[in-house]
């Protein structure tokens, strides 16, 4: 269980010597049950990002404080592990080494490091191209390595920041159904951050709409449909179609009280 | 690759020949043609002249290019790990990148007098900017997602630093390296031309003031290789090191 208790977050941007105040998070709360699914969305610099790296405790936060399982989160722990945008993966490294990337750290002998990690790229998919390095493969094989890296630590929170954010239509679609069925499978607790409405409500349990900046929680909606969840039979569901539509309203109506 | 190599003997033996043609034509002391080139150069190498000179300029060499590798990846990475470090320190190191290292000579002799400290000091000298402000430069440019990525899993400032931040530098430290050993072959054959006369700097000065031109190109054709071969041994190195960069170079 994440409780997420009235956070607030600025940063000090400096231009020119004028230092302004950038209010990214105001006053947000959350909580997110165990191996929930939920997604947050909002407008670009909503501060979804920032919520996330403090969730993770990469940033502190100014006021407020996030617990997981009544325990407070001031640092990165064990138990979460994040997929990052740009997949963060290291150049120098083949696929398999960068999935033991994340053991390494934890101090694993080199045998289970590589026995665990070929593991974990098996269930991605790509027990074939371990020794690829990064640029050799394509965005979306470069995302499965990162989601391997995260899930070979065994996490029970995934903290996922737009992972199929850069990589084209065809692959999201692949890997939104490739996560869900890892997902079911592995039971964990994730925290998907988003700009796609059909994303959004076709992975989540829950869906968290953000205001523009300073990111407030707008609204929190509950996703009705059944699991498993077949990609072409959920989009063509009344509810679905429903529920994003309601979503883009949401959006809108957040983006133009913000402008008033 | 291949028609590289084949390309570069071409361009070795035409001006090979362009140089015979040219020193037999003009038939002067001042341009020997190539074959009489080689045949000083052979003599030198089999009196032993030559190899004894060339071992103590490639000891200082060494020991000079050593030092310089040393201080400057440190410095370097303390310059760009550390903002009060480089406000510290870049204000000198970019003054001496660009100084005409020859003017510090009369300072280093009266420091360390005309032994082979000297000598090594002027390689340093030489040397050791360059791969400073490519270390720092590299240290700098590291993607903070990198960073960030290590530091959610857990990383310590260690762990970042020997399996994040050295990694990714490493490509630019070893072009700093790699401009390094060309400056400290510039530096060897200066201080031996300006400090103490050994090595084969001593001969050049010697060959060249007695007019003997055809040991005098020997040397300078034998410092060419001494460098050609100096800076392969680097690039086989920095090949080793950081060959994932090269495979993306060449895509």
Redesign the interface.
């Given at each position: 269980m994440i409780e997420i208790q009235g956070i607030s977050k600025s940063f000090q941007k400096t231009v020119k010597n004028n230092s302004t105040e950038l209010r990214a998070l105001a006053n947000v709360s959350l909580s997110i049950r165990e191996n929930e699914f939920v997604s947050i969305i909002g407008p670009s610099g909503c501060g979804k990002t920032t919520l996330l790296k403090i969730i993770?405790g990469?940033i502190p936060c100014d006021s407020g404080g996030i617990s997981i399982n009544g325990k407070h989160v001031s640092a990165?722990?064990?138990d979460?592990?994040?997929v990052?945008q740009?997949f963060?993966l290291?150049?120098?490294r083949t696929v398999l080494a960068n999935v033991e990337?994340?053991l390494?750290?934890?101090r694993l002998p080199k045998e289970e490091r590589e026995r665990t990690a070929r593991e974990y790229l098996k269930r991605v998919g790509l027990a074939d191209f371990e020794n690829h390095?990064p640029?050799e493969l394509s965005g979306g094989m470069q995302q499965r390595a990162g989601l391997a890296r995260a899930l070979a630590?065994n996490p029970m929170i995934l903290l996922m920041d737009e992972p199929f954010g850069s990589v084209d239509a065809q692959t999201r679609q692949l890997l939104q159904e490739e996560l869900l069925e890892l997902w079911q499978r592995e039971r964990k607790t994730v925290i998907f951050v988003t700009h796609s409405m059909d994303e959004a409500v076709y992975l989540s349990d829950r869906v968290v709409v953000m205001t523009p900046r300073p990111g407030k929680v707008a609204e929190v909606l509950d996703v009705p449909l059944p699991r498993p969840r077949l990609p072409d039979e959920v989009r063509r569901d009344p509810k679905f179609v429903d529920l994003t539509n309601y979503i883009w309203d949401s959006l809108k109506k957040a983006m133009e009280n913000h402008h008033e | 690759m291949n028609s590289r190599f084949s390309t570069n003997v071409l361009s070795i033996l035409s001006l090979a020949v362009l140089w015979e043609v040219a020193g037999r034509t003009l038939d002067s002391a001042l341009i020997p043609p190539l074959s009489q080139i080689g045949a000083a150069w052979w003599k030198l190498l089999s009196s032993g002249k030559l190899l004894s000179n060339l071992t103590m300029s490639l000891a200082t060499l060494a020991a000079g290019f050593f030092l310089a590798v040393l201080i400057g990846i440190v410095v370097g990475v303390l310059m760009g790990r550390f903002r009060a470090v480089e406000h510290f320190l870049d204000l000198y190191v970019n003054a001496l990148m660009s100084a005409p290292m020859t003017a510090f000579v009369p300072v280093l002799i009266l420091w360390f007098g005309l032994g082979v400290q000297s000598r090594i000091a002027v390689v340093f000298l030489f040397a050791v900017f360059v791969i400073i402000i490519n270390t720092m430069t590299g240290v700098k440019q590291v993607d903070s997602?990198?960073v960030?990525?290590?530091?959610?899993?857990?990383?310590k400032e260690k762990?970042i630093f020997f399996?994040?931040i050295l990694?990714?530098a490493?490509p630019a430290i070893m072009a700093g390296v790699r401009l390094g050993m060309g400056r400290a072959v510039k530096g060897m054959v200066t201080a031996e031309m300006l400090l103490t006369l050994t090595g084969i700097g001593a001969m050049i000065m010697q060959y060249g003031s007695s007019f003997a031109t055809d040991s005098l190109f020997a040397v300078i054709l034998t410092i060419l290789m001494v460098a050609m071969i100096t800076m392969k041994l680097v690039q086989w190195v920095d090949q080793r090191l950081?060959g994932?960069?090269v495979?993306?170079a060449i895509?």
């Amino acid at each position: 269980m994440i409780e997420i208790q009235g956070i607030s977050k600025s940063f000090q941007k400096t231009v020119k010597n004028n230092s302004t105040e950038l209010r990214a998070l105001a006053n947000v709360s959350l909580s997110i049950r165990e191996n929930e699914f939920v997604s947050i969305i909002g407008p670009s610099g909503c501060g979804k990002t920032t919520l996330l790296k403090i969730i993770d405790g990469l940033i502190p936060c100014d006021s407020g404080g996030i617990s997981i399982n009544g325990k407070h989160v001031s640092a990165p722990g064990p138990d979460r592990a994040v997929v990052f945008q740009t997949f963060a993966l290291l150049p120098w490294r083949t696929v398999l080494a960068n999935v033991e990337f994340s053991l390494e750290l934890r101090r694993l002998p080199k045998e289970e490091r590589e026995r665990t990690a070929r593991e974990y790229l098996k269930r991605v998919g790509l027990a074939d191209f371990e020794n690829h390095y990064p640029h050799e493969l394509s965005g979306g094989m470069q995302q499965r390595a990162g989601l391997a890296r995260a899930l070979a630590v065994n996490p029970m929170i995934l903290l996922m920041d737009e992972p199929f954010g850069s990589v084209d239509a065809q692959t999201r679609q692949l890997l939104q159904e490739e996560l869900l069925e890892l997902w079911q499978r592995e039971r964990k607790t994730v925290i998907f951050v988003t700009h796609s409405m059909d994303e959004a409500v076709y992975l989540s349990d829950r869906v968290v709409v953000m205001t523009p900046r300073p990111g407030k929680v707008a609204e929190v909606l509950d996703v009705p449909l059944p699991r498993p969840r077949l990609p072409d039979e959920v989009r063509r569901d009344p509810k679905f179609v429903d529920l994003t539509n309601y979503i883009w309203d949401s959006l809108k109506k957040a983006m133009e009280n913000h402008h008033e | 690759m291949n028609s590289r190599f084949s390309t570069n003997v071409l361009s070795i033996l035409s001006l090979a020949v362009l140089w015979e043609v040219a020193g037999r034509t003009l038939d002067s002391a001042l341009i020997p043609p190539l074959s009489q080139i080689g045949a000083a150069w052979w003599k030198l190498l089999s009196s032993g002249k030559l190899l004894s000179n060339l071992t103590m300029s490639l000891a200082t060499l060494a020991a000079g290019f050593f030092l310089a590798v040393l201080i400057g990846i440190v410095v370097g990475v303390l310059m760009g790990r550390f903002r009060a470090v480089e406000h510290f320190l870049d204000l000198y190191v970019n003054a001496l990148m660009s100084a005409p290292m020859t003017a510090f000579v009369p300072v280093l002799i009266l420091w360390f007098g005309l032994g082979v400290q000297s000598r090594i000091a002027v390689v340093f000298l030489f040397a050791v900017f360059v791969i400073i402000i490519n270390t720092m430069t590299g240290v700098k440019q590291v993607d903070s997602v990198f960073v960030e990525m290590a530091r959610s899993f857990g990383a310590k400032e260690k762990e970042i630093f020997f399996k994040i931040i050295l990694p990714a530098a490493m490509p630019a430290i070893m072009a700093g390296v790699r401009l390094g050993m060309g400056r400290a072959v510039k530096g060897m054959v200066t201080a031996e031309m300006l400090l103490t006369l050994t090595g084969i700097g001593a001969m050049i000065m010697q060959y060249g003031s007695s007019f003997a031109t055809d040991s005098l190109f020997a040397v300078i054709l034998t410092i060419l290789m001494v460098a050609m071969i100096t800076m392969k041994l680097v690039q086989w190195v920095d090949q080793r090191l950081t060959g994932w960069k090269v495979e993306i170079a060449i895509e």
